[in-house]
């Protein structure tokens, strides 16, 4: 029989697993829907990993920036990306349609090609040559970078198996050489003469600025 002392002793112990339960039990609460004491090195180990990957793809922009911004000048700059943007579409024309995965890899490259270097042109070089007055040509290359959206969009939609895909891609590799022809031997000039040395340099480095973002 138990006594009176052995009763309460009992009673406590019992009292007190069912405390430790509930603090377990709170403990398990607290760990499901907050940060627990656990959690400290996951979340070290995210935020370093987002660390590493900032900074991998910030010394990706800086190398691939670095290499472009050695090449010269704005106009040199934008000329060497044009040579970069046909040559893709030589690729893509050296394809036949059992490619389609090579078609769809070629025609990412393009698309991002192109879209850094139309953001450079709209973003720095047309509103430059505008507030130089020359917003006719700017107004009319502007035009021109929505055909090339146009295009792209119709690519995208046709699929790398189209019938007409390469006809279309040769269609459009004429329409952006005629517009960079027309940038490199006549605008790019006439603007880069009608500048000074600083004035050039400053629209280099907007340039380059923007390229690095949108590397
Ligand atoms: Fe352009
Ligand atoms: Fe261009």
Known sequence: MATRTQSRSSNRDSSDRSRESNRSSRGRERSAFSWGEGAGPIIAAAIGGAAIGFAANYGRKALLQGMEA???????????????ALAIFDKMLATDESQTFKRKMLFMKLCHALDKHAHEEEMVVYPALRQANDGYDADQLEVEHGHVKTFLFELEQMGPDAPNWLEKVREFRALVAEHAEMEEQQVFPRFKRSMDEEQNANITSMVNKDGFWMA
């Open 70 to 84: 050695s090449i010269g000048d704005w106009d040199e700059i934008l000329t060497a990306e044009h040579k970069e």
